[in-house]
């Protein structure tokens, strides 16, 4: 921690499924019939008829339909996600590349990582503030360093980002997800690991955030160079991901994590 400021989706076409079953239906009930006749005639064991091996027949390819590309996706989800929340900069965000940048923290998120870098449109202004607190001197003996505690400022520089995230109609946007998911999988082909499903990301994001306990009273910090630490170790042993939400501060990082348990319940997540 540094103290400087630092769907349209389209229904399969199911005509080869309905005349394979036509035919299907069609020799069973010819080979029943054969069977039927030919119990009733003598029976005569033919001479074996050598039979040459046929080759394997590949099945054909199974149509998944169209792919969106990374535009299409953008214009879909820009479109959906419009009526989430008339605030100014959710507005703002939608109107810059904000698939590819949601597919990009949710992934670094899930891996631990902070997602500010994914996020360039956000920024915060002013320092990272802590307040030093003098300890007594014993007598006798010099006065030790005063001890550091983040400041409640600090948390503020986050209530822009807080509150426009609050303004999002949760429950609306875990509905859409059904329609959401191939326009975050289009984006997510981008970065994403081969083999890895973005919904399955997306859970171990959701599960690294909402699981972060916060810390009762102040926090205590320790410098480390030019930097400050957490003085708590298990505080600091979290990852870079879990730190960023604790610099919310405990009110306002619960209010993200409520919201995210929101999200996770209406999309079928949890």
């Given at each position: 921690?540094?103290?400087?400021?630092?769907?349209?989706?389209l229904?399969p076409?199911?005509?080869?499924?309905v005349?394979?079953?036509?035919?299907?239906v069609?020799?069973l009930?010819?080979?029943?019939?054969y069977?039927?006749?030919?119990s009733?005639q003598?029976?005569v064991?033919p001479a074996?008829?050598p039979?040459a091996?046929?080759?394997?027949?590949?099945?054909?390819?199974?149509d998944?339909?169209?792919?969106l590309?990374v535009?299409?996706?953008?214009?879909?989800?820009s479109r959906l996600a419009?009526g989430?929340?008339?605030?100014?900069?959710?507005q703002?965000?939608?109107?810059?590349?904000?698939?590819r940048?949601?597919?990009?923290?949710?992934?670094?998120?899930?891996?631990?990582?902070?997602?500010?870098?994914a996020?360039?449109g956000?920024?915060?202004t002013?320092?990272?503030?802590?307040?030093?607190?003098?300890?007594p001197?014993?007598k006798g003996?010099?006065?030790?360093?005063?001890?550091?505690?983040?400041s409640?400022a600090s948390?503020?520089?986050y209530?822009v980002?807080v509150?426009?995230?609050d303004?999002?109609?949760?429950?609306?946007?875990?509905?859409?997800?059904?329609?959401?998911r191939p326009?975050f999988?289009?984006?997510?082909?981008?970065?994403?690991?081969?083999?890895?499903?973005?919904d399955?990301?997306?859970?171990?994001?959701?599960?690294r955030l909402?699981?972060?306990t916060?810390p009762e009273g102040?926090?205590?910090?320790?410098?480390?160079?030019?930097?400050?630490?957490?003085?708590?170790?298990?505080?600091?042993?979290l990852?870079?991901a879990?730190?960023?939400?604790?610099?919310?501060?405990?009110?306002?990082g619960r209010l993200?994590q409520?919201?995210?348990?929101?999200?996770?319940?209406?999309?079928g997540?949890e």
């Amino acid at each position: 921690m540094d103290n400087r400021a630092p769907e349209t989706s389209l229904k399969p076409d199911r005509t080869p499924l309905v005349l394979g079953g036509m035919v299907v239906v069609g020799l069973l009930a010819a080979l029943g019939g054969y069977l039927t006749w030919r119990s009733s005639q003598p029976v005569v064991t033919p001479a074996p008829v050598p039979v040459a091996p046929q080759p394997p027949v590949a099945p054909p390819p199974v149509d998944a339909g169209p792919t969106l590309t990374v535009e299409q996706a953008q214009t879909s989800f820009s479109r959906l996600a419009s009526g989430w929340s008339t605030d100014p900069q959710f507005q703002q965000w939608l109107q810059g590349p904000a698939v590819r940048q949601v597919a990009a923290a949710v992934q670094l998120v899930a891996d631990g990582q902070s997602p500010v870098a994914a996020l360039p449109g956000f920024r915060l202004t002013g320092p990272y503030e802590v307040r030093e607190v003098t300890v007594p001197a014993p007598k006798g003996r010099p006065r030790p360093p005063a001890r550091v505690f983040v400041s409640p400022a600090s948390y503020e520089r986050y209530a822009v980002l807080v509150k426009a995230f609050d303004s999002l109609d949760t429950a609306a946007a875990g509905e859409a997800w059904q329609a959401l998911r191939p326009v975050f999988d289009a984006a997510f082909g981008e970065i994403g690991k081969p083999g890895t499903r973005f919904d399955d990301v997306l859970k171990r994001a959701l599960g690294r955030l909402t699981s972060v306990t916060f810390p009762e009273g102040e926090v205590e910090l320790k410098a480390k160079g030019a930097l400050y630490e957490y003085a708590d170790p298990t505080l600091e042993a979290l990852s870079p991901a879990e730190k960023q939400l604790l610099r919310l501060g405990p009110t306002q990082g619960r209010l993200v994590q409520a919201r995210l348990k929101a999200f996770a319940k209406h999309a079928g997540l949890e």
